[in-house]
Nanobody
Framework: QPQLVESGGGLVQPGGSLKLSCSAS????????MGWYRQAPGKQRELIAT???????NYADSVRGRFIISRDNAKNTAYLQMNSLKPEDTAVYYC?????????WGQGTQVTVSS
């Protein structure tokens, strides 16, 4: 049974950092493009970062230069290092695994940036 489990969310002050993890099981992890999405209250879910099976990364303009996506195929885990966090980064963050038109989703983890 394919499963993605996010962890690492929480409350952080503006300017702080958090690292999210996405642990995958039941899929051939190394063959999937992994992505992080987020959804703020009242807004649509948005794609913020992806890393392909070959390690190529891409970022939304809103997070480029502050967030870093990475993956460890040996651990079946994807990461999102979030630095210089802003209140507008507050959202539920979702892990996504994409391959051949099929998407798998995690349950989401809340990130709140507030003083």
């Amino acid at each position: 049974q394919p499963q993605l489990v996010e962890s690492g969310g929480g409350l952080v002050q503006p300017g702080g950092s958090l690292k999210l993890s996405c642990s995958a099981s039941g899929i051939f992890f190394s063959e999937y493009t992994m992505g992080w999405y987020r959804q703020a209250p009242g807004k649509q879910r948005e794609l913020i970062a992806t890393v392909t099976s070959g390690g190529r990364t891409n970022y939304a303009d809103s997070v480029r230069g502050r967030f870093i996506i990475s993956r460890d195929n040996a651990k079946n885990t994807a990461y999102l290092q979030m630095n210089s966090l802003k209140p507008e980064d507050t959202a539920v963050y979702y892990c996504n695994a994409h391959r051949f038109g099929v998407d798998r989703w995690g349950q989401g983890t809340q990130v709140t940036v507030s003083s």
